[in-house]
């Protein structure tokens, strides 16, 4: 016997979270895998053949406005909630808390390699910076690159996942879950990949926790979450486009970071970012950003 399509929406709607993920993922892979083959062959991808920039962008685009549109779905259909309870509400403090969290994620990631050249851990190259093209080009396409990385990141873990695990299992065991999965998540790679990056974990975890606490601090609001995401991923986006750091091994990796290219994946990125956790814990409390918007 068929059932109604209001009882299957109630039924999907009181799923645990499991099987709200496992939805989720289905609904994803059900709408991406047409929609992508359909650019890749359309582009003139065969099997076998290596995807070109322009092709990985394209289904890295395909999936970026996809992951929303599912997101929308399950807010709309299954908890009968506005698209903002996943912390993207459009009032004052959050466009301040983005433009707050990017500049301190861009000092973050700037400081911490200032710090390490004044060590001599690494040195600056700045010969290919002609070469690279127009310094404002190359800022503005780090900016897109950083922002939307992180709107996508910070709407699916500290957004969408951050609701689910903190509906069933509390908002203490979803920051850390959540936190988990997003560091997992960076290892989506070749086993000899994982073996040659894996100390980088802790602070992939860390890195994601202060994000959590970034939406924590802003009455759940994900605008400085998606600002100091940004800005880190700003930073490193123009940094490694140039070639501009370059490290004289004169310590370990596991200090200046064992993936190249990304200082937070060191012991001194680790403190760095504890500093950083502390200012901006005190900036949100100073502003008043608990306060709901008046």
């Not at 503005?140 to 950083?146: D, H, I, R, S, T």
């Not at 123009?238 to 370990?252: D, E, M, Q």
């Amino acid at each position: 016997m068929r059932l109604p399509l209001s009882n299957v929406i109630d039924r999907l709607s009181k799923l645990k979270t499991p099987g709200r993920l496992l939805l989720f993922l289905g609904m994803v892979a059900l709408l991406w895998a047409p929609l992508v083959s359909l650019w890749l062959f359309g582009t003139g991808w065969t099997w076998g053949q290596t995807l070109t920039n322009t092709q990985n962008i394209g289904a890295a685009v395909i999936l970026y406005l996809i992951i929303p549109t599912v997101l929308w779905v399950f807010s709309k259909f299954l908890d009968h909630k506005p698209f903002s309870q996943y912390g993207l509400s459009g009032d004052r403090r959050n466009f301040l808390g983005f433009g707050l969290g990017l500049g301190i994620g861009f000092m973050l990631c700037g400081s911490l390699l200032l710090t390490q050249g004044i060590f001599g851990w690494v040195t600056f190259d700045f010969s290919q910076l002609q070469s690279a093209g127009p310094l404002p080009l190359l800022l503005l396409q780090g900016f897109a690159v950083g922002v939307g990385a992180a709107f996508m990141e910070e709407l699916l873990f500290r957004g969408f996942l951050v609701n689910q695990f903190g509906r069933d299992y509390g908002l203490t065991s979803a920051q850390y879950l959540t936190s988990l999965i997003f560091a997992i998540a960076h290892f989506l790679k070749p086993l000899d990949a994982i073996l040659a990056t894996w100390p980088q974990f802790p602070g992939l975890w860390a890195f994601g926790l202060v994000l959590v606490y970034c939406r924590w601090w802003t009455n759940s609001r994900l605008g400085l979450a998606i600002g100091f995401h940004g800005g880190c991923v700003w930073v490193l986006t123009v940094v490694n486009s140039i070639g501009l750091v370059k490290y004289t091994g004169a310590i370990s990796p596991l200090v200046t970071g064992v993936m190249p290219g990304n200082p937070l994946s060191g012991l001194i990125g680790l403190v760095f970012l504890g500093i950083f956790f502390v200012v901006i814990w005190a900036i949100t409390r100073q502003l008043g950003f608990q306060q709901p918007e008046d």
